[in-house]
């Protein structure tokens, strides 16, 4: 699809902040943490009985609006690749068939727009279906700004960086790279640059 841009990443990369920039300079945007978040809702008692039996330290799985609890739930899947591999089996063909449903909306509007998806080159879901932007910070500076962000130790944010594709084999594989290793007027410039570079055609 012409139109379309994935963002991707690693973890505490940044890839939020350039969407929330795309969409205050007009440009409309799909996000697959959003889609994630609202099967996890409406599947959440479904999901609850799944995931009991990986439940070792026995926390709630349901919150008392009887919706999924993500980060017992994050704590469980970090930990465990069998229940990790389970809940992508569940989710992922949930979350890809909402978003190519959004895409085929938006490119009829025939201007860029941005689809978020942190494991873009994990899922191999979405491969040749747009152009690909690695949000790009080393894993130093991630694992740093993932123990602030989450108020995690370091073996958590590890846990979490570590389950995912080495941010290194990300920028081999991808079209587009915008920065984030220093501030964040620095990275804010990089993304309005590289939008409107999209904006323009020139990319």
Do not use: W
């Not at 570590?162 to 620095?186: C, F, H, P, R, W």
């Amino acid at each position: 699809m012409k139109n379309a841009f994935f963002v991707t990443a690693s973890i505490a990369c940044g890839k939020s902040t350039f969407i929330q920039i795309a969409n205050s300079m007009g440009f409309q945007s799909i996000s697959a943490d959003e889609i994630a978040h609202e099967i996890l809702d409406q599947h959440s008692l479904e999901l609850a009985q799944m995931f009991s039996k990986f439940n070792t330290k026995n926390q709630k799985l349901l919150k008392e609006n009887k919706k999924i609890d993500r980060k017992v739930l994050g704590d469980i899947v970090f930990n465990n690749q069998k229940a990790k591999k389970i809940l992508e089996d569940f989710t992922h063909p949930k979350i890809r068939m909402q978003i190519l449903e959004q895409m085929q909306i938006l490119e009829k509007q025939n201007k860029p727009y941005f689809i978020e998806i942190p494991l873009f080159f994990e899922s191999k879901a979405y491969e040749n279906l747009g152009k690909v932007i690695l949000i790009y910070s080393p894993k130093e500076l991630s694992l740093e700004r993932l123990m602030k962000r989450d108020n995690l130790n370091l073996k958590a944010a590890k846990e979490r960086l570590y389950s995912q594709m080495d941010i290194e084999e990300k920028l081999k594989k991808a079209d587009l790279i915008v920065k984030n290793t220093g501030s964040y007027a620095d990275f804010e410039k990089e993304c309005i640059q590289m939008i409107q570079k999209i904006s323009k055609g020139i990319i």
